[in-house]
DNA sequence: TCTGGGGTCCTAGGACCC
DNA sequence: TCTGGGGTCCTAGGACCC
């Protein structure tokens, strides 16, 4: 889909049709640019930039923070679009999916006619522009839809597909990034035809595993995990985070404890949701100076319970924080799942058959009532983080 | 200019096992 | 006293994607 966040904003509020728009929040927020319209990208504006870069090349534009619901509401839109042209549709984001032509020729036509059917369809359906890329490879088509960018349709022939990436600079290549377009600049490697030119071999020794994936790339091919798998074929997540930066880095130990207990509730709540018990849980910490770090600990058993996952990830924070060094970001994370509760849980089953039972009602309650209606002790800054020793998934004891 | 949030995959070293 | 080879699991960091 074309400047997608963009173009559902200009849906609900046609006024903003042709202005230059930013999709990430407000211009003096620390955030980056998540989408800019074609107008704000005349000025250099990019997705991925700091906001406040944004409106220094743009002053002009107008900053929104954006309505995820809505994105989520229109890709569904989407997918049912793309699902009339093909049983084998791959999401591979919100705003983007590979689609299997295979063998719907006699019903669509050629793969281009059926292209401006669906290119056609799109807009009358949703009112959204989309770009198309065809091609005989997941990643060939990507790169078509890209360059085939705004509202554009381009086929890349069958055979001709090294012709075509060839003239383009190596970082029109998904996966590779800035780190790898410099390293190869190094090299004297530009356009992906200089790519395609060297010995697999070479590429090899010098890049690892990654060399080779490379080194298909720049022929064509769907390489490396990317683009693994048929179209269609989607997988269980591995982990599931959630982190936040702080609008102003700080030390105080009681809000960044609190704050560390509301994520590391929101990380299980979706756990719960997914019906997925993790084994590790992960402690990500960044400090003013951008310095990053990671700390991960796995439990002898799964679990998907708040209070257990609190426990393991504030002693990640006591053991791993260096006390009185202000903070940028917290982040909680967990992976390694099951889909069953560890076997020790039996253990003391009973306790954890109550907790269960309560964060159940919890949730409901935050379903009808919203995220805020009820909080567990452990996520109140102050003295109340205490209790949770007691209370061990904060429930409403008499006084509360 | 000052750098989000949610993910995936890869590498590399160390512990541990047979 | 000197030290193989294969495997798995865990941890940390980093590149990259949208």
Known sequence: MDAFFVSVEELFDPSLKGKAVVVGGPKDARGVV???????????????????????????????????????????????????????????????????????????????????????????????NCSIGISTSKMV????SDQAKPNGILWVQPGLEAAFLAPLDVRRLPGV????????????????????????DFLHRRFGKWGLALAGKSHGADAGSWFDGEIGSLDEPKSISHEHTFNEDTADAQLLESTLARLTEKVARRLREQGFYARTVTLKL???DFTTLTRAHTLARSTQLDHELITESRALFRKNWRAGEKVRLLGVGVSGFDETEGQLALIDGDKNERARKALKAIDQIRDKFGEKSVKIASGLAGDHAERVHENPVGLPGKRK
């Open 34 to 128: 998540s989408a800019a319209s074609y107008e704000a990208r005349k000025f250099g504006v990019h997705s991925a930039m700091p906001l406040r870069t944004a409106s220094q090349l743009c002053p002009h534009a107008i900053f929104i923070e954006g309505h995820p619901d809505r994105y989520r509401d229109y890709s569904h839109k989407v997918h049912a679009v793309l699902q009339e042209f093909s049983p084998k549709v791959e999401m591979a984001s919100v705003d983007e999916a590979y689609l299997d032509l295979t063998g719907t020729e006699r019903l669509l036509g050629p793969p281009l006619k059926a292209a401006h059917t669906l290119h056609q369809r799109m807009k009358q359906r949703t009112g959204l």
């Open 177 to 200: 990034g800035k780190v790898t377009e410099e390293k190869l600049q190094q090299i004297g490697i530009r356009k992906v035809g200089d790519l395609a030119r060297l010995e697999e």
């Open 141 to 144: 088509a990507k790169v078509s």
């Open 286 to 288: 960044r400090y003013k």
